[in-house]
């Protein structure tokens, strides 16, 4: 009975270590384009591609008509984003790490293994508010016209990203 127990425990744990492996940043840009995929804009690679974004338009800061003041105000939440990803991805690393150590042994502890990954998706959830809140600070310096600019960006951005990843899987 105690093997079943614990065969079924270290499937619960597999489990949820599979649906809480993080998404490349900004890999995949839905809900950034609210074209398809609007509705998924909560998705991981969102708010990890939020910097990509930032990035993105700060580059086309003259096509996206952004004024001089409006850069100025913009460069900082994005160099804030910047370090808040590079210390995302740290925390992340060292938590699954952690995470990693705790199960390397055959009778892990189920306790420990369960508070590690309650850390990783708690890492995740700060994350994705951090990201909430810059997103919210640069649309709020975009005018209507700016903003629409920037979601036909991204949503062109996303269908060619999606026709070379259709291009790879097909070689």
């Known amino acids: 009975m105690k093997a079943i127990?614990?065969?079924?425990?270290?499937?619960?744990?597999?489990?949820?270590?599979?649906?809480s492996v993080p998404v490349p940043a900004f890999s995949d840009m839905k809900g950034m384009g609210h074209g398809e995929g609007h509705?998924?804009?909560?998705?991981?690679?969102?708010?990890?591609?939020m910097d990509d974004m930032m990035?993105?338009?700060?580059?086309?800061?003259?096509?996206?008509?952004?004024?001089?003041?409006?850069v100025m105000k913009?460069?900082?939440?994005?160099?804030?984003?910047?370090?808040k990803q590079a210390q995302?991805?740290?925390?992340l690393?060292?938590?699954?790490?952690?995470?990693?150590?705790?199960?390397?042994?055959?009778d892990f502890d189920i306790d420990k293994a369960s508070a590690e990954v309650k850390k990783i998706g708690n890492i995740k959830t700060a994350h994705h508010l951090e990201m909430l809140k810059s997103m919210k600070e640069v649309r709020a310096i975009l005018t209507d016209e700016q903003f629409k600019k920037m979601t036909k960006m991204m949503s062109m951005e996303m269908g060619e990203k999606?026709?070379?990843?259709?291009?790879?899987?097909?070689?």
């Open 5 to 19: 127990y614990s065969v079924t425990m270290m499937v619960a744990v597999a489990a949820l270590l599979a649906l």
């Open 39 to 49: 509705g998924h804009m909560m998705e991981m690679g969102c708010m990890d591609k």
């Open 55 to 70: 990035g993105m338009c700060m580059e086309h800061a003259d096509k996206m008509g952004f004024s001089e003041d409006q």
């Open 74 to 83: 913009m460069k900082p939440i994005h160099r804030e984003m910047q370090k």
């Open 88 to 91: 995302f991805k740290a925390d």
């Open 93 to 106: 690393k060292i938590a699954e790490l952690d995470l990693a150590e705790i199960m390397e042994v055959k």
């Open 162 to 171: 999606k026709r070379a990843k259709g291009m790879r899987k097909k070689k």
